[in-house]
């Protein structure tokens, strides 16, 4: 069992920054591929961004490519993942989700074993 809990988050306005962070425990979340999904009202949850278990790969989304960056410390019981927001946009307002799946490709493919509880981002214009 891997146990995922988030942090950060809250209201920006155009422009600016946030960060979130994901607290990932369990005996092999260390090894596990991770990453970050949002949904917005009324559509479907989608990909942002994956890190493999030694963060040596990472994939963004499109619409992020360039604005957000993933990272991950792997401590010897804990991991912590965080996603840094830059040049945020109002259409990146949505409630977004840590999550963790043994394979980092599953994350890409959308193949979740684990979610975190979900964190709001509100970009004002």
């Known amino acids: 069992q891997v146990q995922l809990v988030q942090s950060g988050g809250g209201l920006v306005q155009a422009g600016g920054s946030l960060r979130l962070s994901c607290a990932a425990s369990g005996r092999t979340s260390g090894s596990y591929g991770m990453g970050w999904f949002r949904q917005a009202p009324g559509k479907e949850r989608e990909f942002v961004a994956a890190i493999s278990w030694n963060g040596a790969t990472t994939r963004y989304a499109d619409s992020v490519k360039g604005r957000f960056t993933i990272s991950r410390d792997n401590a010897k019981n804990t991991v912590s993942l965080s996603l840094q927001m830059n040049s945020l946009k109002p259409e990146d307002t949505a409630v977004y989700y840590c999550?963790?799946?043994?394979?980092?490709?599953?994350?890409?493919?959308?193949?979740?074993?684990?979610w975190g509880q979900g964190t709001q981002v509100t970009v004002s214009s």
């Open positions: 999550a963790a799946s043994p394979l980092y490709s599953s994350i890409v493919s959308g193949q979740i074993d684990y």
